[in-house]
């Protein structure tokens, strides 16, 4: 059932807070829409997210959305994305996120969205890939392209919680590929993710797309950050 009767019938719930939520509400209430805890990193070239990138890769920009912090409620927006099947949340924090890129200097330099990939075994297995869901919302605000064919993932990897930097290095190399397209040599590439915590696994992407394409500029954008 669709439309207004079906939403009395069966009304939404914020994925936050768990209230109902009212017309015109979408994943998340009013008030936990307001509370979001915002980085505003789009708006700051040195931001802690590309602090944690500096000397490691070649990047323009890196940014990303919301802090992730322990014992926030806002955690339960990226288990309930990645683990419980809730897809619409990955597109709706996408299109917020990509509102604010068009308020900051980033909309000065448009991109190719191209998301981290997952394995199609695990693809098939979840649904979908949350990563790719965040890039589409993102493409929706902005109208900037959204290429998921460029790069690949090969290699399967454990589990990269509980690992320390270097372990999450290893865990991940040559975990990706990405094609040698010359169309791509000297375009803005910016990779989405939905969590960066070392960015161990953005750095294998970013290693794999600069191997394909030298000419390449790349920027990293994430709906959130682990402080």
């Given at each position: 059932m669709?439309g207004?009767?079906?939403?009395?019938?069966?009304?939404g719930?914020?994925?936050?807070c768990?209230?109902?939520l009212v017309?015109?509400?979408?994943?998340?209430?009013?008030?936990c829409?307001a509370?979001?805890?915002r980085?505003?990193?789009?708006?700051?070239?040195?931001n802690?997210?590309?602090?944690?990138?500096?000397?490691?890769?070649?990047?323009?920009r890196?940014?990303?959305f919301?802090?992730?912090?322990e014992?926030?409620?806002?955690?339960?927006?990226?288990?309930?994305?990645?683990?419980?099947?809730?897809?619409p949340?990955?597109?709706?924090?996408?299109?917020?996120?990509?509102?604010?890129?068009?308020?900051?200097?980033?909309a000065?330099?448009?991109g190719?969205l191209?998301p981290v990939?997952?394995?199609?075994?695990?693809?098939?297995k979840?649904?979908?890939?949350?990563?790719?869901?965040?890039?589409?919302?993102?493409?929706?605000?902005?109208?900037?392209?959204?290429?998921?064919?460029?790069?690949?993932?090969?290699?399967e990897?454990?589990s990269?919680?509980g690992?320390?930097?270097?372990?999450?290095w290893?865990?991940?190399r040559g975990?990706f590929?990405?094609c040698d397209e010359?169309?791509y040599?000297?375009?803005?590439?910016?990779?989405?993710d939905?969590?960066?915590?070392?960015?161990?696994?953005?750095?294998?992407?970013?290693?794999?797309?600069?191997n394909?394409?030298?000419?390449?500029v790349l920027?990293?954008?994430?709906?959130?950050?682990?402080?």
């Amino acid at each position: 059932m669709t439309g207004a009767i079906g939403n009395m019938l069966y009304p939404g719930i914020c994925a936050v807070c768990g209230r109902e939520l009212v017309r015109q509400e979408e994943v998340l209430c009013l008030h936990c829409l307001a509370d979001m805890p915002r980085t505003f990193f789009f708006q700051r070239n040195d931001n802690p997210v590309a602090q944690n990138f500096w000397g490691k890769i070649p990047f323009s920009r890196a940014a990303s959305f919301l802090f992730f912090r322990e014992g926030s409620p806002y955690r339960k927006l990226l288990h309930k994305m990645k683990y419980l099947g809730q897809a619409p949340i990955g597109f709706f924090m996408g299109r917020l996120a990509g509102q604010e890129i068009l308020h900051s200097p980033w909309a000065c330099d448009p991109g190719i969205l191209v998301p981290v990939p997952m394995l199609s075994s695990k693809r098939r297995k979840r649904g979908y890939n949350q990563a790719e869901l965040l890039a589409a919302g993102i493409a929706r605000a902005t109208g900037w392209p959204m290429n998921t064919t460029m790069l690949k993932r090969i290699k399967e990897s454990e589990s990269q919680t509980g690992k320390n930097r270097v372990e999450r290095w290893m865990n991940i190399r040559g975990a990706f590929k990405a094609c040698d397209e010359d169309e791509y040599e000297e375009r803005h590439i910016i990779l989405v993710d939905d969590v960066i915590t070392t960015g161990a696994t953005l750095e294998g992407c970013a290693g794999a797309i600069l191997n394909a394409c030298p000419g390449a500029v790349l920027s990293i954008a994430s709906l959130a950050y682990v402080e």
